[in-house]
């Protein structure tokens, strides 16, 4: 008999289990409120894509079930926390590693952060975040001139010229970004051009096709992105191979990481990130502001009498951009009202706690940034565009724990801040920006948030 009846419940255990395994539908992501799969297979992926994308996806289930919810990618539990205080109690040891470099490292398959011993991961971040520095340090004065010549063309354009802010301060991010990085070879536009195609056939399938699943749908885009992708490796991983005398630029950042003793795998790793993430952060960090200003010309107005007292007449430096006090935040309510980066993510490797629910090790762990960046509970008037709110210290501390300010924020995103104060540096103090009347200017939410279509101002020259 009690053979029998301990047959019995280990029957019932392993059937509850098989249950629980087959029909995904009867869990729930670590007890967390949230969506149950509405696939066996893709879990919450057909909801993810009916909305558009991730971060609009993650603001219908913050709506419904709060600051701390759940779904399911395929048959993988997710924890999406969307509000500051959630973000503040989240413990996780890979405070190490950045969660945008994290993610993005792992949609390419190349290895992150996680899985490798702590020393080596903090000794790969410090060699990558000083690379970046000393490759700006060292290359400021190009950085200087690429800006001016830019800022020459549209102040050489009649008052009535349209500029399509997109197309122009793209092409300037990856001019900037090609030629730091990897050096003299890429002053020849065709290097350029190039480097350009493949970017965009990568970021774009990084962007959405990975996200929504459907690269893995089509043969066709696969090749696409693969075969772009392996000539990216092979420019940098060729870039790697050559030393200082051999063609390229003993200040470039990929020299920075050879002289670091890093492998040449790790090498081609870390320059595909800042290539692929520096040239779509920037670029857009800078689209955004001179969009921002061009409807706003009281914050302008503003922006230039500050550059005028700090710079006078002089080209703006390393040494004076930290007195630019009103021009970091200018672009601090950027990064806030354009939601840069909607989107990070960790993967919880030990157990943690958020409110009263428990994340189990090995879940992911989402930080729907979007959400949080436009919530009424920690910023007054979200949707408003106001770079006064960065005067107050509660709100620098909300936006650094975030991860974009201090010593939190990615290295691509403190390139980015470099290169957009230059940029309006330049601009402001030599034309005004005005808006297209009747524009409508939308956002497309992938890992950086971009404009729909080219947005378009017109400028006039400043008395």
Known sequence: MLDFAIFAVTFVIILIGAVLYLYPSSRRASGVPGLNPTEEKDGNLQDIVNKGSLHEFLVGLHDEFGSVASFWFGARPVVSLGAVNQLRQHINPNWTTDSFETMLKSLLGYQSGSGVGLTESMMRKKVYEGAINKTLENNFPLLLQQVEELVDKWASYPKSQHMPLCAHLLGLAMKAVTQLAMGSRFRDDAEVIRFRKNHEAIWSEIGKGYLDGSLEKSSSRKAHYESALA???????????????????????????????????QVMEDGMVFTLAGCVITANLCIWAVHFLSVSEAVQDRLYHELVEVLGDEPVSLEKIPQLRYCQQVLNETVRTAKLTPVAARLQEVEGKVDQHVIPKETLVIYALGVVLQDADTWSLPYRFNPDRFAEESVMKSFSLLGFSGSQACPELRFAYTVATVLLSTLVRRLRMHRVDGQVVEARYELVTTPKDDTWITVSKRN
């Open 231 to 265: 000539e990216m490796e092979s420019v940098l991983k060729s870039v790697a191979k050559q030393r200082p005398g051999q063609g390229s630029s003993q200040s470039s950042f990929v020299n920075y990481l050879l002289q670091a003793n890093l492998t040449e795998r």
